[in-house]
């Protein structure tokens, strides 16, 4: 099994930047033998859960929800283990809880109902 901790998440003004970082660990994970994908997902009150964006571990090709192409952008670092999202130019329809997820598959698979491991989640709040 995977675990995933999510971190970075805050109260920010529209137009404003937060980074969002989630620790990957556990016996299981082991990306040198096995194609990973992770990704970030937001649900807003009332919402269903939405894909956000997601990265293949190896070769790092990334995959976008159209909502937040060219604002956002994820990133995975090897050698820490951690998987990243840069969030710039928010607004108010961003305010969410944000999960990272983690499959093992293509990179664009992006129902999150393909995703087997989750963090807890964090939340950010963008005001107007």
């Known amino acids: 099994q995977v675990q995933l901790v999510e971190s970075g998440g805050g109260l920010v003004q529209a137009g404003g930047s937060l980074r969002l970082s989630c620790v990957v660990s556990?016996?299981?994970?082991?990306?040198?033998?096995?194609?990973?994908?992770m990704g970030w997902f937001r649900q807003a009150p009332g919402k269903e859960r939405e894909f956000v964006a997601t990265i293949a571990w190896r070769g790092g090709s990334t995959f976008y929800a159209d909502s937040v192409k060219g604002r956002f952008t994820i990133s995975r670092d090897n050698a820490k283990n951690t998987v990243a999202l840069q969030m710039n130019s928010l607004k108010p329809e961003d305010t969410a809880v944000y999960y990272c997820?983690?499959?093992?598959?293509?990179?664009?698979?992006?129902?999150?109902?393909?995703?087997?491991?989750w963090g807890q989640g964090t939340q950010v709040t963008v005001s107007s």
């Open positions: 556990g016996r299981s994970f082991n990306p040198a033998i096995i194609a990973y994908t």
């Open positions: 997820a983690a499959r093992v598959g293509h990179y664009t698979i992006t129902n999150p109902r393909n995703f087997s491991s």
